[in-house]
């Protein structure tokens, strides 16, 4: 038995052809040209795979795929001219030819072991001498989805090899830790997401429903759009998430909530199969009028005209990349033929759909036999379409950057190198890592002038076209650019729309669609925000009196200045109403007609007295003194006119001291009268002289000296602190009272507790002499004149002190008009109707006859 061992032990040992072998089968690629380099990609030819869950009871097998996606090959067949291009031109790579290696791979699992052949590239056997030498790609392009992508993306990382895509935009893609060789020539979701947050802003869609796919490129973008919508004041009324594999069910859910929802527009981060599904349903059950926003995987996507209910999203608005012109692409395009590609399964596919014909009439009966005339020079498809190259602009600016990198890398200068004391790389032995330097540093401008270049998470500069889907008179729906966002422009000049008509969700072109929340709040109001419910939600409140808005959705109401108040619409500040007591008012006006009316009655009094002075009723009241009360009286009558009309410094100070001056002197004289009636009874009794001592002259002489008095009093006021005109704001919140201030409280209530002394003393005297006989009767009417006086005065003060405003010197002048009134009647009306109506009575026998037996003159 040992001996057996050993002879087999030998036999394993000799001589042979010593191999390594690849554990299965090597993939080969969909598409393939030699090269001293060699260029990998990952395009998805067709889409959609049934679903499959491996057992392992076997070795896992590339899964089928079904549909064919014409623009995944145009991806790729731009990446060959590309390629073909560079290899023409003298000036690039020069003595190197480029090649190619792409997979055609769709799903992620196929992809990601499409991405490992691109990294290994182990041939089934090789010999014993290179074993461990491998035919790696410099660079990946691909994949143009985020998903697949950041499946990928981590392993190959590892292997230092750059990947470079034109289409997975997820923010997530730019961490530098987790995709540290992740390269892509269009912008990042995160400039998407708020350029499409600032969409919606522009449109006043300040409410709004946000669906995503649920993936890493939807779920990351609608999270950052969710975000800077927030920034705005967008609010999001709902935000759910579903994918294609879904069960029928979570559809059906999203479709009540969008059926339920208050808000009118959706915006959707999602892949073209997911936006064909829900409007497909939405389709199905009639719900219209809904305007979508989308991100740029769908948008722009051809294949959603063939889609059923696509009339559903016309009208649609989403960002993309700019279109551009590649010369010589639809040459290119159009002179595939399936000779090129002998081993390519797919072309041969390609071929047979486009031309409806076999190419081996023997593996298909069904289809006639292609003639070998099949061009696609006349072939108008979407393949050949080269009249919005958008994504496949990003595939060409990805293979020249890849290929400026290897230019560098092989013009690298001995002593100016980025490695190592400033080394080179060998150039005959190129490593990935290597190339991964030099891409940090690319720096180039294609032929249409756009400039290519990458930061350092490696993205490119966000530019975008903002496109609506209109129809077109072919009956497919097209993306017509309407606007621009450069996120390398300042704030404000980030959004720019064009003069081109947007076709809206609802069908129409003039009418915006309305989505909010809460209608605007007009100019004079403000929001409160509904309990419990976001902040686009809230009602629209009236600013307060005296407070304004004048913008838009204000949130709070500013105050008014002082002398300003806020108007009736509460949306601006107005000088406040000046209001004092003006002659051009009714109030106004009927007190200067009263006042006038005084002043005529009182000329008529003096008129009547004066024609009838030796009359002995006017000789036995004091013609004197009752000519001297008249003209009191009427200067009386007259200052109530200084109180009406616009306050000034010099009106504020006359009617004051007017009013004070001059009702002292009246007062002053019916105090004469008082005591000459006084006097001249105690005249009449015997043994008495009183007359000589309160005669003419002495009561000319208490008059001025009364009145002195107050004139002294007066001149004191005015000269320390005298009444000046004032803006009171008060009493009133929305006009302002000009008026007098009585400027030292004191002076006022002197001259006015002054008249009030001689008033109370004037009455009572008058009150002493009440019962004198019926011919000294004019004591009566003094002490109800001055009882009338007195009463008006005692009922001024509580009425002054609580009328507001210009009724304050309303009341004033009532005072001053009702007292004058009170003595022109009390004393001189009796008098007047026994002169003018009663001459028997005046006579001096009359007023003698019911006197004392004593014998009385005057």
């Not at 690629?29 to 959609?48: H, K, M, N, Y």
């Not at 008179?473 to 650019?481: P, R």
């Not at 204000?554 to 002398?563: E, F, Y």
């Amino acid at each position: 038995m040992p001996l057996l061992r050993l002879i087999l032990l030998v036999l394993l040992m000799g001589e042979g052809d010593s191999v390594c072998r690849l554990q299965g089968s090597a993939q080969p690629p969909e598409l393939a040209q030699d090269g001293d380099l060699v260029i990998g990609g990952i395009f998805s030819f067709r889409t959609g795979q049934d679903y499959v869950v491996n057992t392992f009871e076997t070795i896992p097998g590339v899964r089928k795929c079904k549909n064919f996606n014409f623009r995944e090959f145009k991806f790729a067949q731009t990446v060959i001219f590309a390629i073909n291009e560079i290899n023409k031109d003298p000036d690039m790579l020069p003595n190197v030819k480029l090649g190619y290696k792409i997979y055609g791979d769709c799903g992620t699992m196929d992809i990601l072991r499409a991405a490992l052949a691109l990294v290994s590239d182990v041939t089934t056997e090789v010999s014993d001498n290179n074993c461990t030498k491998t035919d790696t790609v410099q660079a990946i392009l691909g994949h143009s989805g985020s998903r697949p992508t950041i499946a990928f993306a981590p392993v190959v990382g590892k292997f230092h090899i750059p990947v470079v895509s034109h289409f997975a935009t997820c923010a997530c893609l730019s961490n530098r830790k987790e995709y540290p060789t992740f390269y892509r020539t269009i912008p990042s979701d995160f400039y998407q997401s708020r350029a499409l947050a600032k969409l919606v802003k522009h449109f006043g869609w300040t409410w709004i429903g946000a669906i995503a796919v649920n993936n890493e490129y939807g779920l990351n973008g609608i999270s950052a759009f969710i975000q800077a919508a927030h920034e705005l004041g967008v609010c999001i009324e709902y935000s759910e998430a579903f994918s294609s594999s879904d069960p029928p069910e979570r559809l059906q859910k999203l479709i009540e909530i969008i059926k339920h929802a208050t808000s009118k527009v959706i915006l959707a981060f999602m892949s073209h199969r997911e936006i064909k599904l829900l409007a497909k349903e939405l389709h199905k059950q009639n719900i219209t009028g809904l305007q979508w926003a989308g991100s740029d995987a769908w948008v722009t996507d051809h294949s959603l005209t063939d889609s059923e209910g696509h009339s559903i999203l016309v009208g649609s608005l989403g960002f993309t990349v700019s279109k551009a012109k590649i010369p010589g692409l639809e040459e290119h395009l159009r002179q595939l033929h399936p000779s090129q590609f002998p081993d390519s399964q797919f072309v041969r596919d390609f071929w047979e759909d486009v031309f409806d014909c076999a190419l081996n009439a023997t593996e298909n009966t069904k289809k006639k036999p292609c003639t070998g005339l099949e061009s696609l020079q006349n072939i108008d498809s979407q393949f050949t379409d080269v009249s919005e190259l958008r994504f496949s602009n990003n595939v060409y600016k990805s293979v020249y950057a890849v290929a400026h990198a290897l230019d560098n890398l092989i013009k690298c200068e001995e002593g100016k190198g980025p490695f190592l004391n400033s080394s080179c790389a060998d150039i005959k032995n190129i490593q990935p890592w290597q190339v991964l330097q030099y891409l940090d540093s690319v720096n180039f401008t294609t032929q249409e002038g756009e400039r290519v270049y990458f930061d350092r998470n490696g993205d490119s500069p966000a530019r975008y076209e903002l496109v609506n889907l209109q129809m077109t008179n072919k009956g497919t729906m097209e993306g017509v650019t309407v606007g621009i966002y450069d996120a390398s422009l300042p704030e404000s000049h980030q959004f720019i729309t064009n003069n081109i008509p947007v076709v809206w969700g609802n069908g129409l072109t003039q009418e915006v669609p309305v989505s909010v929340c809460s209608e605007s709040c007009l100019p004079g109001t403000h929001k409160v925000l509904q309990k419990g419910r976001p902040v686009c939600c809230y009602d629209c409140i009236p600013c307060p009196s005296g407070e304004i808005s004048n913008v838009t959705d204000s949130i709070i109401c500013m105050k008014c200045p002082p002398v300003y108040w806020s108007n009736k619409q509460r949306d601006a500040c107005i000088p406040k109403t000046i209001e004092f007591l003006a002659y051009n008012e009714i109030l106004g006006l009927l007190l200067v007609l009263f006042s006038l009316l005084g002043v005529f009655l009182t000329i008529i009094t003096t008129l009547v007295f004066y024609c009838h002075k030796e009359t002995p009723l006017v000789r036995a009241n004091n013609s004197e003194l009752s000519f001297l009360l008249l003209f009191s009286l009427t200067l009386c009558f007259l200052c109530s006119l200084t109180f009406i009309g616009r306050p000034s410094e010099w009106s504020c100070m006359l009617r004051h001291t007017a009013f004070g001056i001059t009702f002292v002197l009246c007062i002053s004289c019916v105090l004469g009268k008082t005591i000459v009636v006084l006097m001249a009874f105690k005249a009449t009794l015997p043994g008495t002289n009183m007359m000589k001592w309160f005669g003419p002259a002495q009561q000319r002489l208490s008059v001025l000296a009364f009145t002195l008095i107050q004139v002294l009093i007066c001149i004191l006021w005015l000269t320390i602190n005298p009444p000046f005109p004032f803006k009171n704001m008060k009493i009133y919140k929305d006009r302002i009272i000009l008026e007098c201030a009585l400027g030292s409280p004191v002076g006022f209530w002197a001259v006015l507790g002054y008249i009030g002394l001689l008033a109370i003393l004037c009455f009572v005297l008058a009150f002493l002499a009440r019962k004198l006989p019926d011919n000294f009767n004019e004591a009566k009417f003094i002490t109800f004149s001055m009882l009338i006086f007195c009463a008006v005065w005692i009922t001024f003060i509580p009425a002054y002190a609580s009328s507001p405003g210009k009724f304050t010197v309303a009341v004033e002048i009532f005072a001053i008009l009702a007292s004058s009134y009170g003595l022109l009647f009390c004393i001189f009306l009796p008098k007047c109707f026994i002169i003018l109506f009663r001459p028997e009575q005046n006579t001096k026998r009359h007023i003698m006859g019911k006197t004392s037996h004593n014998d009385v003159h005057f």
